[in-house]
């Protein structure tokens, strides 16, 4: 990629919870995936272009719940990572048919190789890889091996709190922070289906190539907008 398009050129971390939220209500919004897929469309047309990497969702929580009730204490976190990471390979395949016109026609999932050819398309698919992390980290892996300065995570929250927001009504939003804060936040183990703002795997390694990561909201399309914009925005920038 050229110095522009390179500047044009961003990860998006899209958690499940934003597209398959987990709940009573537990299912894929297909009416955001309509406006995620004209949102994406219209910044495609102003010449950026995206490595999408997707969580898995309720469909992970159900398939690890549903593996660790059938084995008990047999079951292996190992083996509840792969059910999580082929969930999210799922669902990347089922964004990649939202863009099958404008993307690279296989989805990434292995990042030990940088593939050449995906450069070449403005929207490029990607999943789970290995157990040990969530697919933030898959993410910062991407920027790593494709020279990508900034990720942009795609939450259920407006921003980084100090607490859980949903859990406590007193949380106060983090417009900046440094990645050796988040890591004080977010600790420094990864368990199959840990909630936290950013994986503390995928901190390390961010915090050590000097990644730019956002947290935003990904319901909030015209805040995104702003973001790739460069206007000013809801959220949490950590570098």
């Known amino acids: 990629m050229t110095d522009k398009e390179l500047k044009n050129t961003y990860v998006l971390s899209l958690g ?38 997707t969580g898995g ?10 593996a660790a009730q059938a084995a008990g204490n047999h079951i292996a976190d190992e083996d509840l990572d792969w059910v999580g990471i082929h969930a999210t390979r799922l669902n990347s395949h089922l964004f990649r048919t939202l863009f099958r016109d404008i993307a690279y026609p296989w989805v990434l999932k292995h990042y030990e190789m940088v593939d050449k050819k995906a450069l070449s398309y403005p929207v490029v698919m990607c999943a789970g890889w290995k157990p040990g992390w969530s697919t933030d980290y898959c993410a910062v892996t991407v920027a790593e091996d ?94």
């Open 16 to 53: 499940g919870s934003v597209f398959a939220p987990n709940g009573e209500k537990s299912r894929i919004d297909i009416e955001y995936l309509h406006q995620f897929d004209k949102f994406i469309r219209k910044q495609v047309a102003l010449k950026r272009r995206f490595f999408i990497v």
């Open 57 to 66: 969702g309720y469909t992970a929580r159900q398939y690890r719940d549903a």
């Open 146 to 239: 494709y020279k990508i300065k900034t990720v942009i995570n795609l939450s259920n929250i407006d921003s980084v709190y100090n607490k859980d927001p949903l859990k406590n009504k007193d949380a106060r939003p983090i417009e900046k922070l440094q990645w050796s804060e988040l890591l004080n936040l977010v600790g420094s183990k990864w368990s199959p289906g840990l909630n936290s703002p950013f994986d503390p795997i995928a901190s390390r390694l961010a915090k050590k190539i000097k990644l730019k990561v956002i947290v935003c909201n990904g319901h909030n399309f015209k805040n995104l907008e702003k973001i790739l914009e460069g206007k000013k925005f809801t959220g949490t920038v950590v570098e």
